[in-house]
């Protein structure tokens, strides 16, 4: 019986339980139909084979590998981040070994450009070379995505220098006590520019003072501020911040997944008044408020 994985996810299903509620659910809010449902961590953000590489098929090298690795690497990431959880609930600062430190940059990084989202984008910008006088298919846009993927392997290529960009950042924690949740999406890592208005998703990701932004869970997120330009928070490395989050501050981060998911929202509630609201501000704006630049004030 051939019990290879056919549907692939690539937002991991670990962070997705974490915004399940108490019924193991995931709410989702369909961009595209405006739809809500509920749906379980295994049935979302995955499409059937998304990173079969069609290339090795028949061939001594297993056409899943990426898949495999990916599985690897989510484990190690589940596990890093459930021990910042734990010592989150009783200090507030965490120990993070120069290894975790590494293992979890890549994490963020990859997860930055393995989505959906990222293999359409790099399909468009293939398209534009000329190399593709009929188009890319999916097939080939499928190789190109690995290959870009892959090459954080020799820490060479765009995933490489974002893992350096996220490793050499200050990492600084935030809880949510608020009574609103933090959202995840189909693009679970969001980059924001240094004045906290604009989320990005191409040009300008490696702009001084440009940071990430990873929620963990609906009550805790991880900012990795550019060291640089956020020098004044140096002394929060690996810490909890003091600032008390309202419920206009975490919609505020909401907004990076209600403008920048490439369709589906995730929340361990039935509320998406706010994203609906937000999508609706942004359509009603002239550009900058493109794909790629999605304000947030």
């Not at 190789?143 to 765009?158: E, P, T």
């Amino acid at each position: 019986m051939n019990s290879e994985p056919k549907l692939h996810h690539f937002v991991p299903q670990f962070h997705l339980a974490r915004f399940a509620d108490d019924r193991g659910r995931i709410w989702t809010f369909d961009k595209e139909t405006g739809k809500i449902f509920p749906a379980g961590p295994n049935k979302v953000a995955a499409e059937r084979h998304f990173y079969k590489l069609p290339e090795f098929i028949g061939t001594d090298v297993d056409p899943l590998f990426l898949e495999k690795q990916f599985a690897d690497i989510e484990g190690e990431a589940c596990k890093v981040t459930a021990c910042w959880l734990r010592q989150l609930e009783h200090a507030s600062k965490v120990e993070i070994p120069d290894v975790n430190r590494q293992m979890m940059s890549d994490f963020l990084a990859l997860q930055f450009f393995r989505t959906a989202d990222a293999r359409e984008i790099l399909k468009l910008f293939a398209e534009t070379t000329g190399i593709y006088p009929s188009g890319v298919s999916d097939d080939e846009a499928r190789s190109l995505h690995a290959r870009v993927l892959c090459k954080l392997a020799d820490r060479k290529g765009i995933v490489a220098d974002l893992s350096l960009r996220i490793r050499e950042s200050i990492w600084l924690f935030a809880r949510n006590n608020s009574n609103t949740p933090f959202m995840t999406s189909d693009t679970p890592v969001l980059l924001k520019t240094p004045d906290n208005r604009i989320w990005l998703k191409g040009p300008g990701i490696f702009q001084l003072g440009v940071y990430a932004v990873y929620a963990i869970t609906p009550t805790m997120v991880l900012y990795c501020k550019e060291r640089t330009h956020w020098k004044m928070l140096e002394r929060f490395d690996n810490a909890l911040s003091p600032v008390s989050f309202t419920s206009e501050m975490v919609d505020h981060e909401n907004s990076g997944h209600a403008g920048m998911s490439a369709r589906f929202v995730f929340s361990s509630t039935n509320d998406f008044d706010f994203v609906k609201a937000f999508l609706k501000e942004i359509d009603s704006k002239p550009p900058p408020f493109a794909a790629d630049e999605i304000g947030s004030d």
